[in-house]
């Protein structure tokens, strides 16, 4: 799975974990002011991930993120959303609880293969 949603016991919707979000987690934090790594030879860019995975839990990666919509947002946003805003998934909530969720491969399959 490309991104998960984390929820409570309630489902209460709390932030969305990615494979972005897990690459983002392992890779020092001045990387993203680099244009390239070609120079970078012998960093393991999970070295961090893999010495905490132990004790690591969701929410020391979970990140709030946009990546919700009401059910009232229309097909315009949500393929906005999709498209544009390059979300891989867009997780659906009502009060705040996770009630479903719709993404790129989804939607193309009802819109194709209604």
Do not use: W
């Not at 998960?4 to 990615?18: C, L, R």
């Not at 010495?51 to 990666?61: E, F, Q, T, Y």
């Amino acid at each position: 799975l490309d991104a998960v949603p984390v929820v409570d016991e309630n489902h209460f919707y709390k932030g969305v974990i990615s494979c972005f979000d897990i690459f983002n987690y392992s890779i020092p934090d001045f990387f993203n002011q680099l244009q390239t790594v070609s120079f970078v030879r012998h960093l393991d860019p999970f070295e961090k991930y893999f010495s905490m995975k132990h004790g690591l839990m969701a929410k020391d990666i979970v990140v709030s993120g946009d990546y919700v919509i009401s059910q009232k947002d229309t097909l315009m946003e949500i393929i906005f959303q999709l498209s544009v805003k390059n979300k891989v998934k867009l997780f659906v909530l009502e009060d705040d609880r996770l009630v479903g969720e719709i993404d790129r491969f989804s939607l193309i399959d009802k819109i194709l293969f209604f």
